[in-house]
């Protein structure tokens, strides 16, 4: 597990998070780019990517 891989999880997570209740377009492409940040650092610890609904906390 990689020092970098979890500071890009923990990144992304925290970029959806404050974006994913906004409305607009913009709003949810930065939640979209957390999550895309959040999958490729649990890609590089070996993890597999989430692909739930995102809000659904799993």
């Not at 970098?4 to 970029?15: L, P």
């Not at 377009?25 to 780019?33: L, T």
């Amino acid at each position: 597990m990689s020092v970098k891989g979890h500071i890009k999880e923990a990144a992304g997570y925290a970029k959806e998070e404050a974006f994913e209740g906004g409305k607009s377009a913009k709003s949810q492409q930065k939640a979209q780019e957390g999550r895309n940040l959040r999958n490729e650092g649990r890609i590089e610890d070996g993890k597999a990517p989430k692909t739930n609904k995102p809000g659904t906390k799993h």
